[in-house]
């Protein structure tokens, strides 16, 4: 039974549905706060009750801290989930919620502070000999970063030291790009995050994105789940991610969790968090990349196949439980993959699709998860991110659910919106993914190239 007894939800979308689930299993009352666009929302039908928080834009009611811990505290909640986005990552708004008497489920606003600063990061897994991407720390100007690719070589990356979803990164692979590229990561830096600061990490050519869960409790007691493989990725956002990851064996696997857990214990973490690597193809070592303080879009792949509920896990440690399983009793059963069903048009560069969804008719059965704030008659707005639901494929092997995945998504009937559902299906029937071949340039560099109009006309 968790400590908390009403809490108020901090977000939108699937991840709110997600959350409320988790209080329902719990016995904890849910409020949550929506925007003037989502009164209609799954999660504000399926809460005890909804407060508006502001109108549409996001700014003035998902971002708008004053906003919302003051719906908390009017409804009586005694804890505030942030879920993914948004405020899940503001040291400022935990620190808030804290003063203010509200139970943040997630990690201390200290503890946000120290990792969710990448350079800050990086210099504690240097500390604990963690290895980093070989780079530099601050750099202040287009000039130094020429500097640095005269000394040390080219391709290396530009990236915002507060950044995260790709913003504020730029790949630079001549001396002509330096300019350009320091200039256009600053300006999106400053722009979403209020910082421009950047640094430079070597650029990895053939990289995989593998990622450890973590979770501890307020006692020191941290345990992994595993690792998560999400290098299906355009313009480092994710699209598609399975666990366990087909090119991670066993020594390596225990190599990066021994390493997340060091690094997470280090610092004091309570609650759930993820800790990114980078592994290098060609030289087969990993490298550290950033900590997310949060709970991940991607985690129900690690649910389906270790059967632990994160979420509630969650609330439970945020109320001041321990931990409710030890190391030793986290199994991992067959291959889970997460495909991002997103509102948009992948034949048209990703296009945004808002608009109501005349027709919505997920798959289900055995193996067969989807997380969404969707339903037949919904109009999805247009001002925020287009993710509309995750499928979740669980089954025996890798084989098995990459089969099964083609059957459930092409079960998935969806009208009145362009999907990504087709980029998904052809991904499915690529040879490269489903011999686990695919890097996180892969879908820009190969993937996309021979889905032209210009190549789908030769062929």
């Given amino acids: 039974m968790s400590g908390i007894k009403r809490l108020f939800v901090a977000n939108r979308g699937e991840i709110a549905v997600r959350i409320i689930q988790a209080c329902r299993k719990l016995g904890v009352e849910v409020v949550i706060g929506v925007s003037a666009a989502d009164r209609k929302s799954l999660g504000a039908l399926s809460a005890d009750r909804a407060i508006c928080i502001g109108p549409e834009p996001a700014a003035q009611s998902y971002l708008n801290m004053a906003a919302i811990v003051m719906a908390a505290k009017a409804s009586d909640c005694d804890a505030v989930h942030p879920g993914y986005g948004f405020l899940a990552e503001r040291a400022q708004f935990a620190r808030l919620c804290t003063e203010q008497g509200l139970t943040f489920v997630g990690p201390s606003a200290a503890v946000i502070e120290s990792l969710g600063d990448k350079l800050s990061a990086r210099r504690i897994a240097e500390a604990l000999g963690v290895s980093t991407v070989p780079g530099t720390d601050h750099v202040r100007s287009a000039d130094e970063a020429r500097d640095f690719g005269c000394k040390s070589g080219y391709p290396f990356l530009l990236k915002a030291s507060a950044g995260g979803g790709g913003r504020g990164m730029r790949v630079v692979r001549t001396s002509q790009d330096v300019d350009a590229a320091f200039s256009g990561a600053s300006a999106e830096a400053r722009a979403a995050f209020g910082d421009p600061t950047l640094y430079i990490e070597r650029y990895i050519e053939r990289a995989r994105h593998v990622e450890i869960q973590v979770i501890a409790d307020q006692g020191g007691n941290t345990i992994h789940l595993g690792e998560r493989d999400c290098s299906t990725q355009r313009r480092h956002q994710k699209l598609i991610e399975e666990a366990p990851s087909p090119v991670i064996d066993k020594n390596l696997r225990a190599s990066m969790a021994e390493a997340a857990v060091r690094l997470v214990r280090h610092v004091g973490y309570a609650n759930a968090g993820t800790v990114e690597f980078i592994y ?43 931990l409710s399983t030890i190391q030793s ?50 109009s999805i707005p247009p001002f925020y991110d287009s993710l509309i639901a995750k499928v979740i494929i669980h089954a025996n092997n890798r084989a098995a659910a ?13 009208s009145g919106i362009h999907t990504t559902i087709p980029f998904h299906l052809a991904v499915l029937g690529h040879p490269d993914f489903v011999q686990g071949h695919v890097t996180t340039r892969w879908v820009e560099e190969k993937f996309m190239k021979e889905r032209s109009p210009a190549v789908i006309a030769a062929q």
């Fill in 280 to 322: 290098d193809l060609d030289t087969q070592r990993f490298y550290f990349l950033e900590v997310n303080t949060r709970i991940q879009v991607e985690h129900p792949v690690t649910e389906m196949i270790t059967g632990f509920d994160l979420v509630a896990e969650q609330i439970l440690v945020a109320g001041g439980a321990s």
């Fill in 329 to 378: 009793e986290v199994f991992s059963n067959g291959h889970a993959i997460e495909f991002r069903i997103n509102a948009e048009n992948p034949e048209f560069e990703f296009t945004p699709s808002p608009g109501r969804l005349i027709e919505w008719s997920p798959p289900s059965g055995p193996g067969i998860r989807v997380d969404t704030h969707c339903y037949e008659g919904y």
């Fill in 402 to 414: 990459i089969a099964n995945a083609l059957v459930a998504l092409e079960k998935f009937k969806i």
